[in-house]
């Protein structure tokens, strides 16, 4: 393996941040894992795993050591009549494995499709979309702890996965490096159409010239129409620097709820999982910040949730546009918008 100096982490962050970093490493094989533990530049810097860096907002030079997981392999670890177990290295393109899964008619996967990132990153955030998240269709995660190399499997009730949330961004946040994960696909037809806005392009799809309803058929026809959807909503970070939604959506309770409906009667909330969230986007949007531009940096015309960087942009100026803009919603709805990317 290579430890290389100052490494320009512009084409490996999303939103497209020209930072370096002080050392940078690629991850390729077990082999590399093993010698990447016992390296001083590794043993005595702070560190970041990176996989496709679509959730990281670098605000300075990183003074330490960046590792990229480049660890490659999509296989079927084992099935039954109803199930299948697919396994997959960290370093791999989710949207590969998405690929991969929908084209053999597996399913459990396909709301999830399009999402830009590698597969290793998917459990530390717990990714989730259009009424599916990671944690329904994961088996277990495997990773290696950094301190004695030493490789666990992870079962998914030991991940303590949550919304946005999990054991890696916790108690154990940069204490495993996350080799591989598998999941659990079902070989039955499965669709989830619980997420309002899906179930109503499937019914009425923008795509199709006479506006037929969609039959599903496969999974595929699910992660088509979710791909549709996101790719009119979302800025392609290829084209327009961003990282997904920048916030997370916001809980509260059932009196909270009752209380700002009273001021706001449109605010839209859904219930998931017996708790109550406000889309961030919505209350973003209330504030007047949807298409935002200042500088190189705004807030997204097509969705109040995402951050962007139109060119140039530095750290520092996509957090302050954030503060101001968290400010902003406490202040006309006294809520609190957290950021759901990891802010360096
Ligand atoms: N909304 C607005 N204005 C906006 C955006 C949203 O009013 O500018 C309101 C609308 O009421 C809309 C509702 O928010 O009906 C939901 O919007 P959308 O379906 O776009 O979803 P979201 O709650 O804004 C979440 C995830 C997305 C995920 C979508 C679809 C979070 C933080 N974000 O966004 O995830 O794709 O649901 O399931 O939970 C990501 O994490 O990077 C991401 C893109």
Do not use: H
């Amino acid at each position: 393996m290579k430890i290389l100096k100052d490494y320009n982490l512009k084409d490996l962050n999303t939103f497209g941040v020209d930072v370096k970093a002080k050392f940078f490493t690629e991850i390729n094989n077990e082999e590399d894992l093993a010698e990447l533990f016992v390296q001083e530049e590794f043993k005595n810097n702070q560190r970041i795993f990176l996989g496709g860096g679509s959730n990281i907002l670098f605000t300075k030079d990183f003074d330490g050591m960046v590792v990229l997981n480049k660890l490659k392999g999509i296989e079927i670890a084992k099935e039954d009549f109803e199930n299948v177990w697919v396994r997959s290295f960290g370093g791999e393109f989710w949207q590969d494995l998405v690929t991969f899964i929908v084209n053999n008619g597996y399913w459990g996967i396909e709301n999830l499709a399009f999402i830009p990132g590698t597969v290793g990153a998917t459990p530390i955030q717990n990714i989730g979309a259009y009424g599916v998240e990671l944690k329904d269709i994961l088996e277990n995660v495997e990773a290696f702890e950094v301190e004695t190399g030493k490789n666990k499997i992870f079962s998914r009730e030991e991940c303590e996965l949550g919304y946005r949330d999990s054991v890696f961004k916790n108690k154990l946040k940069g204490k495993y490096f996350i080799s591989a994960i598998t999941l659990k696909l079902s070989k039955i037809p499965k669709p989830n159409l619980s997420y309002k806005i899906l179930k109503e392009y499937l019914e009425k799809p923008a795509s199709s010239a006479d506006g037929n309803k969609i039959k599903i058929n496969s999974p595929k026809d699910i992660s088509d129409a979710v791909t549709f959807i996101r790719q009119n909503k979302l800025p392609n970070p290829k084209i327009i620097g961003n990282a997904g939604s920048f916030f997370k959506n916001v809980f509260v309770s059932k009196e909270q709820l009752s209380n700002l409906l009273k001021v706001f009667p449109k605010m839209p909330y859904f219930e998931e999982d017996k708790v109550i969230k406000i889309p961030a986007g919505w209350l973003i949007e209330q504030c007047e910040w949807k298409g935002y531009k200042v500088g190189n940096v705004g807030v997204y015309e097509k969705q109040a949730l995402v951050l962007v960087n139109y060119g140039g942009a530095t750290g520092g100026e996509i957090v302050d546009l954030s503060n101001k803009i968290i400010k902003s919603v406490k202040e006309k709805f006294g809520l609190e918008l957290i950021p759901e990317v990891n802010i360096v």
